[in-house]
């Protein structure tokens, strides 16, 4: 579900503003790629957990090589039922945008840890809701 949702935002936002966004193809490319200005580009992020979000480890470190994409920046974030708990379909839960800086990802404390979280006063300052289920 996670990666259809982020195919599908980017790919319709696409379409919805042609010439302003396009789908990121490099690797330098944030998910949706803003054609003539790279800072508006915006990262997705998705998740099957009820509220909260997370990312590779890596996002939690300063970029660290031209040709990456950087961590900092637009985000929009996507919470969605998990499929083995959902009755029927899966539905999206919640959905926010803002702008997140790479020191707002907490890495795990394990250097073998793969994860980063995000802590709660980014979800209370720097993501705005847009929608949530009722």
């Known amino acids: ?14 379409l919805r ?3 302003v966004y396009k789908v990121g193809t490099d ?6 790629q803003h054609v003539s200005d790279a800072q508006y580009s915006i990262e997705i992020k998705a998740s099957s957990h009820k ?9 939690a470190q300063p970029q660290s090589s031209a040709g990456k994409k950087g961590k900092s920046g637009y985000y929009i974030t996507i919470n969605f039922e ?3 708990t959902a009755k029927g379909r899966p539905k999206i839960l919640l959905i926010r945008f803002g702008y997140l800086d790479h020191t707002d ?9 793969q994860q980063a979280r995000l802590g709660p006063d980014v979800y209370a300052h720097k993501l705005r809701q847009i929608y949530k289920a009722p």
Request: hydrophobic share 40%; proline share 2%.
């Open 17 to 19: 503003h042609p010439g």
């Open 1 to 14: 579900m996670s990666f259809f949702l982020h195919e599908l935002v980017a790919h319709y936002l696409s």
């Open 82 to 84: 998990n499929f083995k």
């Open 51 to 59: 509220s909260q979000i997370f990312a590779n480890r890596s996002y």
């Open 105 to 113: 990802w907490i890495a795990q404390k394990s250097e073998t840890g």
């Open 27 to 32: 690797k330098a490319d944030k998910d949706i």
